[in-house]
């Protein structure tokens, strides 16, 4: 039996481009989230490497703590961005791993799950009290080894989860300013900032020479960051379609008070005051920078995420 279909009962499901933004703010929180979830780890693996334990005396904790937190915002809003968020089962039912996103959303699993398992080690060795009953927290106190055993690779791994998305962005077509080798150097210093940043504001305990290298960072991260922001900003007249992309935040267009504002916040106050903070030794200074970093982060991130959005594709 021979079966035909009428034309006259096709569908048609799209006809016309998407106009406008379709990466908002919910993708500006994901990646923001991300970065401080992924920069904690980094940039707690640089003070161990440099700094006794003993001068951090709740990094067992503390660390994963912010990276679990952080790293649960990020995979809330990736699944309120997505429109059928089931279909994200078939990611790990049917992947295909020449996709970014099936890559990335492996990793961050596995990132997530690894920082899970250091986070109630962490909780067992530095609040035995709470878990005490039935000897739970001297079996987990026996797991401090596995802890350390753990950490050098969810360093690997905060690599590639801070990086895919720059790959995802450079794959869009027709974004000119989403060059995948820009992105994914802007995606690792993000990270630097936002846990810098974020450390200065709970790592209370710590020394003050940690707190000094972790200012540190933040200065080395907010400088070439802006940089590289200030290049793209004067010297991308070479790609016409960057060009009329950068007319969004040049003088006069529709983002350009808040590209200064973020690159105010997140970058020039930051790098003064940050000095300031190493010179005097001053740490609420320090935590000023460090709030003012995270604020001008987000700003600097909208806003880049955005404005390629804005130009017509035809």
Known sequence: MQETINVTQSLVTLDVALPGIIWGGIITINMWAKSIGTGVIMVGAYLLFRHKKEQMPNYRWLIPLIAFIAFNVFLLFTLIDLHQPYRMINIFLHPHFTSAITVGAWIASLFTLLVSVMLII???SGFPDVLRHNGVAKKLRGSESLYDKLSPIVLFLAFPVTLYTAII???SS????????????????AALIAGAATLLLFGGKWSDAVKKDITL????????????YMGEYFFSFKSSEAEATLAYIHLGGTYSIQFWVAMILGYILPFFLGILSVKENTKSVAKVAAISALIGLYLAKDVWLKIPQLLPLS
């Open 122 to 124: 962490g909780l067992a």
């Open 174 to 189: 027709a974004r000119e300013l989403w060059q995948a080798p820009t992105e994914l150097t802007q995606m690792f210093l």
């Open 169 to 171: 962005m450079a794959e």
């Open 217 to 228: 960072v933040l200065i080395f991260a907010v400088t070439f960051s802006f940089l590289i």
